[in-house]
């Protein structure tokens, strides 16, 4: 498999590189750190060691003076190792520890925080079109997303379905996160609906039968397994009554659209314009993860229902993106990006659409999707907008 430059810079004390599986942490690491010690909790015998004796790292690591890394893949495995990770590093024996991890969920209960302030805690994502460079292509990343387990696939689909049972078999059903795999399975079919839209989770808990309450269980699974992730409302110095309720989106347009029921019934536009929506915003919250979480990734919402899709407010400044599925600029489409210049006339307003022509109307910089996504890099602002 042809290996692809990441963006991903590691820093030089120990962290935590999580992300979901199959956004190449574990490929990284093997080419970022030739020289480690590495710990796979994947592998079956390995698990059973450290899962039944955490004492065995030290002993490799006494026994392996010479070496200045140690690399964990899936920590969430063993989180008894934790504590023991945070008493090397305290000894200050000049390691640096990379701990990959595709959950949260047992890491929150072993208590991540004892590691606080000694090992940093960085993200993976999927693809970045620039990372792809020439090799992108918009179709292909709006039909089967970025995951690089599922680009570098023949067969993209059939690796999309398993890649979404292997989460359902092996972190929910194995680890006995839900008692019923059936309603999970339903809620996930559900929750799809919501993607890039406002989340009315008692609405989703009708759609899949199942009470409020183990919905929003369900939904913290899925933020914990890394598979989905909220916008809040951008609410600072508001000069209009806004919405409340999050914005909800799977972290890959391609597991959106495996998750996504397609029938003669379902509206392929209302489909298409829901996974360009996620894909720029997946893009947007890689690119604020590799430049160093410098902002916040908010949307904007009255309570009149104007809705500007991405705001990203932060050291960078304070940015206002709408995503449309259309070829062409409508007036319509440049409204809510107006009435948010008008609350703040400090923002810089971006308007992405499927068009080939780059404009500026209204005082609105009008990108095609493609352009504004391959030029995306973490080293720089999303895009200058000229005067």
């Known amino acids: 498999m042809e290996i692809v430059s990441r963006f991903f810079k590691p820093p030089k004390q120990s962290f935590f590189l999580f992300g979901p599986r199959g956004t190449g942490k574990s490929l990284w690491a093997k080419n970022s750190f030739k020289d480690t010690l590495w710990v796979d909790l994947l592998d079956p015998e390995t698990f059973r060691i450290y899962s039944s004796r955490p004492e065995h790292l030290r002993e490799l690591i006494e026994g392996n003076p010479d070496k200045k890394s140690v690399v964990i893949d899936e920590v969430q495995k063993a989180p008894t190792l934790l504590s023991l990770v945070h008493s090397l590093i305290e000894e200050k024996r000049g390691l640096q520890f990379i701990l990959t991890g595709s959950s949260s969920r047992k ?41 690089p387990l599922v ?82 409302i951008f609410t600072k110095r508001a000069k209009r009554k806004t919405a409340a309720h999050a914005k909800f989106y799977f972290f890959d347009a391609g597991v959106f659209r495996s998750l996504r029921p397609q029938g003669p019934l379902d509206s392929i536009p209302e489909t298409e314009g829901a996974a360009l929506e996620g894909l720029v915003v997946q893009h947007l919250r890689a690119w604020n993860a590799y430049r160093g ?75 095609p999707c493609e352009e504004f996504l391959k030029q995306l890099r973490p080293e720089r602002l999303p895009y200058e907008n000229p005067a």
């Open 151 to 232: 680009w570098s696939a023949e067969n993209p689909i059939d690796v999309l379905k398993a890649y979404v049972g292997l989460y359902l078999k092996e972190e929910v059903q194995m680890e006995a996160l839900v008692r019923n795999i059936g309603n999970f399975g339903r809620f996930l079919e559900a929750i799809s609906f919501s993607h890039a839209s406002v989340l009315n989770l008692s609405n989703v808990a009708r759609d899949c039968e199942v009470e409020r309450k183990t919905a929003e269980g369900y939904l913290t699974i899925l933020e914990d397994l890394l598979l989905a992730f909220k916008l809040p």
């Open 293 to 367: 979480e410098a902002n916040t990734l908010y949307y904007w919402r009255t309570q009149a229902g104007t809705e500007v899709d991405c705001v990203i407010y932060g050291k960078d400044g304070l940015w206002a993106f709408e995503v449309k599925n259309s070829p062409k600029v409508r007036p319509q489409d440049l409204r809510a990006l107006r009435s948010f210049s008008e609350d703040y006339p400090q923002a810089k307003t971006v308007l992405i659409y499927r068009g080939s022509k780059k404009l500026k109307v209204n005082k609105v910089l009008c990108l």
């Open 107 to 147: 890491l929150k209960r072993a208590g991540v925080d004892l590691l606080a302030g000694r090992a940093l805690l960085k993200t993976m994502h999927p693809f970045m079109a620039s990372e792809l460079a020439g090799k992108f292509e918009l179709r292909r990343a709006l039909e089967y997303g970025l995951l």
